[in-house]
């Protein structure tokens, strides 16, 4: 491990000195655990602060035409045996991505243990893992659950799950795995502390399922296993289908390297990001990214030709992505509230974005990627995300959409 001497000159190099402010304070089990995250630290992300602006940048911008519901309709019972047959042979895995730390919805438990009931407990995880449910009784087969959690939130989610039985899943087909962490850092590109011991931290955002499934061995597990497709999905969309067979066979069928669930826009400035070729790749451009002429195109039916929200349901095809572990991902600076400690050391806990986080996102792993099928969804039936409490995609707004779709809350 780094010596103080050591990690002393890797923070003068990157300019973040005031880290060891109370070294002298600390006590030798503290001293060694900042030295040591010292040391884990990657600094080099700061940089970007910097350069903020000359992030964005996208390439040539085309439509990609999804495959819509008339279509999948008139296909739905090929899709679906496809897609059965892939689940039956165990082909198929889910990968839940709840490393988030949900700061919108303004609650310290992972996400996941919301209880959004109002008569009875319902729990979003509980939610999410009965759709799944609904998938393996047909099938009548268990299919693995990956769930990937972070430094913040990983025990406290495993001891939820664990109190309440996983909601009736088989433990055996769950597999729980960490992702990494970036450090967090205020407007001028000085990292917070969250403690005099501790540099504030938070989860590298859901582009890193991937590589961390890797880095900590349960990509391996996935390829003994003979898993050739991951179903990665939201924490936040309790009306999701996971592991939806006919989903799971129109991107078969189409031998796409991913397929992406998407949904009609409600309006033409609608905060989704759309799916589109870039530079002749799959990509997404985001709400803000959207131009009025693009926001204005239209495709050969006269329909806008950016139509298409994805909904962070994704369908992977594992080998392809193996190529990606080579190729960095863009960074993503996302201004966010960061818990820290004050002059004082005082833990404050900002109501308003104090900073920036560093974020890879899966939407990048997608441009990476050859092909990709764009699958519509019927938006009032598979979408109800929950971000805020009140408002737009909120526990409100996803309580009615439940209703609507005859749950009992
Ligand atoms: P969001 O983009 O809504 O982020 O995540 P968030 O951090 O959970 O919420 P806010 O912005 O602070 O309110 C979309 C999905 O990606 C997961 C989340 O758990 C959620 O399922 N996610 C996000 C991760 O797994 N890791 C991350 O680092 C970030």
Same mark, same amino acid.
């Given at each position: 491990?780094?010596?103080?001497?050591?990690?002393?000159?890797?923070?003068?190099?990157?300019?973040?000195?005031?880290?060891?402010?109370?070294?002298?304070?600390?006590?030798? $089990?503290?001293?060694? #655990?900042?030295?040591?995250?010292?040391?884990?630290?990657?600094?080099?992300?700061?940089?970007?602060?910097?350069?903020?602006?000359?992030?964005?940048?996208? #390439?040539?911008?085309?439509?990609?035409?999804?495959?819509?519901?008339?279509?999948?309709?008139?296909?739905?019972?090929?899709?679906?045996?496809? %897609?059965?047959?892939? !689940?039956?042979?165990?082909?198929?895995?889910?990968?839940?991505?709840?490393?988030?730390?949900?700061?919108?919805? $303004?609650?310290?438990?992972?996400?996941?243990?919301? /209880?959004? $009931?109002?008569?009875?407990?319902? @729990?979003?995880?509980?939610?999410?893992?009965?759709?799944?449910?609904?998938?393996?009784?047909?099938?009548?087969?268990?299919?693995?659950?990956?769930?990937?959690?972070?430094?913040?939130?990983?025990?406290?989610?495993?001891?939820?799950?664990?109190?309440?039985?996983?909601?009736? @899943?088989?433990?055996?087909?769950?597999?729980?795995?960490?992702?990494?962490?970036?450090?967090?850092?205020?407007?001028?590109?000085?990292?917070?502390?969250?403690?005099?011991?501790?540099?504030?931290?938070?989860?590298?955002?859901?582009? #890193?399922?991937?590589?961390?499934?890797?880095? &900590?061995?349960?990509?391996?597990?996935?390829?003994?296993?003979?898993?050739?497709?991951?179903?990665?999905?939201?924490?936040?969309?309790?009306?999701?289908?996971?592991?939806?067979? &006919?989903?799971?066979?129109?991107?078969?069928?189409?031998?796409?390297?991913?397929?992406?669930?998407?949904?009609?826009? /409600?309006?033409?400035?609608?905060?989704? #990001?759309?799916? &589109?070729?870039?530079?002749?790749?799959?990509?997404?451009?985001?709400?803000?990214?959207?131009?009025?002429?693009?926001? /204005?195109?239209?495709?050969?039916? $006269?329909?806008?030709? @950016?139509?298409? %929200?994805?909904?962070?349901?994704?369908?992977?095809?594992?080998?392809?992505?193996?190529?990606?572990?080579?190729?960095?991902?863009?960074?993503? !600076?996302?201004?966010?509230?960061?818990?820290?400690?004050?002059?004082?050391?005082?833990? !404050?806990?900002?109501?308003?974005?104090?900073?920036?986080?560093?974020? /890879?996102?899966?939407?990048?792993?997608?441009?990476?990627?050859?092909? &990709?099928?764009?699958?519509?969804?019927?938006?009032?039936?598979?979408?109800?995300?929950?971000?805020?409490?009140?408002?737009?995609?909120?526990?409100?707004?996803?309580?009615?959409?439940?209703?609507?779709?005859?749950?009992?809350?």
């Amino acid at each position: 491990m780094m010596n103080f001497e050591e990690a002393k000159s890797k923070l003068e190099k990157y300019d973040q000195l005031h880290v060891l402010k109370y070294y002298d304070e600390l006590t030798d $089990g503290e001293k060694e #655990g900042l030295l040591q995250q010292i040391e884990e630290t990657d600094f080099e992300v700061l940089k970007f602060c910097a350069k903020k602006d000359e992030l964005a940048g996208k #390439g040539k911008i085309e439509p990609l035409a999804a495959m819509q519901l008339d279509t999948i309709e008139q296909n739905r019972e090929k899709f679906e045996k496809i %897609g059965m047959e892939a !689940i039956k042979a165990g082909k198929i895995g889910a990968v839940l991505l709840a490393g988030g730390m949900g700061t919108r919805l $303004g609650s310290d438990d992972p996400k996941g243990m919301y /209880n959004i $009931g109002l008569t009875k407990d319902v @729990y979003i995880f509980q939610r999410l893992i009965e759709n799944l449910m609904d998938v393996v009784k047909r099938a009548d087969a268990w299919i693995p659950l990956f769930i990937m959690t972070s430094d913040k939130n990983n025990d406290a989610t495993i001891s939820f799950l664990n109190e309440h039985e996983f909601f009736g @899943y088989n433990a055996d087909y769950v597999t729980f795995f960490k992702q990494e962490m970036a450090p967090a850092a205020d407007y001028n590109g000085k990292v917070y502390m969250e403690a005099k011991n501790k540099i504030s931290t938070s989860p590298n955002g859901n582009g #890193g399922w991937f590589s961390s499934m890797n880095n &900590c061995g349960v990509l391996k597990q996935v390829r003994e296993s003979g898993i050739e497709w991951l179903n990665v999905f939201s924490v936040d969309n309790v009306l999701q289908r996971i592991a939806d067979p &006919c989903f799971i066979g129109a991107t078969i069928d189409a031998d796409c390297a991913v397929s992406s669930k998407v949904v009609r826009k /409600n309006a033409p400035d609608e905060k989704v #990001g759309v799916m &589109c070729l870039e530079d002749g790749k799959p990509s997404i451009v985001e709400y803000y990214e959207l131009t009025e002429e693009l926001m /204005n195109a239209k495709d050969e039916k $006269g329909e806008p030709a @950016y139509n298409y %929200g994805v909904i962070l349901n994704y369908l992977f095809r594992e080998k392809d992505l193996e190529e990606l572990l080579a190729k960095e991902l863009p960074l993503h !600076i996302v201004e966010k509230k960061i818990a820290y400690i004050d002059e004082n050391a005082n833990l !404050i806990k900002p109501e308003e974005p104090n900073g920036y986080k560093f974020e /890879n996102l899966v939407l990048d792993m997608i441009h990476k990627l050859d092909s &990709c099928l764009p699958f519509e969804v019927v938006r009032n039936k598979e979408f109800a995300p929950i971000k805020n409490k009140t408002g737009v995609d909120s526990v409100e707004s996803a309580r009615e959409l439940l209703k609507e779709n005859g749950f009992t809350l």
